[in-house]
């Protein structure tokens, strides 16, 4: 559960960063995401989380 909650507040950490250091990006690139085929974007999503994954597994096998 530790584990849940620290990941949980990474997350939060560099969604909080991404708004409060380039608010303009962020605008921008939810406006290149709303142009975007809806099957392209559920592709980037499940590359994301295929990503997020992977990382996960990386970092128990390293000990973390």
Known sequence: MSIL???LGLVMIIEG???A???SLVERML???R???EAAV???GWLVVVSG???VWLAFHLGV
């Open 5 to 7: 909650l620290l990941a």
């Open 17 to 19: 960063l991404a708004y």
């Open 21 to 23: 250091l380039a608010p």
């Open 31 to 33: 406006e290149i995401l």
């Open 35 to 37: 142009s975007l085929p």
């Open 42 to 44: 559920r592709q980037i």
């Open 53 to 55: 994954a992977i990382l």
